[in-house]
């Protein structure tokens, strides 16, 4: 695969708590040096972003994060005031204790509210597959693939566990042909990309592809 392809792939991400402006001014111009989708940044971030970025760079932010048990009234408000600070695309974490609970109209619900408050910006669905079980990763395909959502995205990287290649095969196989796929969590290697862009995914949540190309590139290789 073409570096290039594989790099406008990426949501360049950093959502540590320590992140500083410095830090997310400095993913977001490595972003648009090397073309990548978005950057992934913390909400509190995105009005600066959007100012510094202008329109060079798509700016995406997360709501509910990292846990999912916001109410969705908050999750909605997150939402509206993340696009209205410059957000281009809003990665919603689920109430996992819904799953658990097979809460799964409410689960929707939300997702659809959610969406409606996107106002038409991109929504990608994150399910935290490594606390799931196999039946219920399946069933949140079914569910996400109903609501309206852009994506569905494996993991906040936040919770033990990240993205799986079983997980993202998986994901292919139950979610509907119109939800598109992003893999996020543990991505480190040009190979780990390429692996999960080849099972199906088509957004990568990470922040240590672009590092690796910097690294190539400083290396002469």
Not at 1 to 18: I, N, R
Not at 46 to 57: F, I, M, N, T
Not at 141 to 161: L, M
């Amino acid at each position: 695969m073409e570096l290039k392809t594989l790099l406008a792939t990426v949501d360049h991400t950093l959502l540590t708590q320590g992140a500083t402006w410095e830090e997310i001014r400095a993913i977001c111009d490595d972003g648009v040096k090397y073309a990548a989708a978005s950057v992934c940044i913390p909400a509190s971030y995105v009005k600066q972003a959007r100012e510094h970025l202008g329109d060079k760079l798509a700016v995406c932010t997360v709501i509910g994060f990292p846990n999912g048990y916001s109410t969705t009234a908050v999750k909605c408000f997150e939402t509206e005031d993340a696009v209205k600070n410059g957000a281009d695309e809003i990665d919603m974490v689920i109430n996992i204790g819904w799953v658990k609970d097979k809460k799964w109209d409410e689960l929707l619900a939300e997702i659809k509210a959610v969406k409606a408050a996107c106002g038409g910006k991109l929504l990608k669905v994150i399910i935290e597959t490594c606390l799931l079980t196999d039946e219920e990763k399946i069933k949140m395909c079914e569910i996400v693939s109903a609501s309206g959502a852009d994506f569905i995205k494996t993991s906040t990287g936040f919770a033990g566990g990240g993205a799986t290649r079983e997980d993202v095969a998986l994901f292919a196989k139950h979610a509907a042909p119109h939800l598109k796929i992003k893999a996020a969590g543990g991505i480190s290697s040009l190979q780990d990309a390429e692996d999960f862009i080849a099972l199906g995914a088509s957004r990568l949540g990470t922040s240590r592809i672009i590092k690796a190309v910097k690294g190539i590139e400083g290396s002469g290789y």
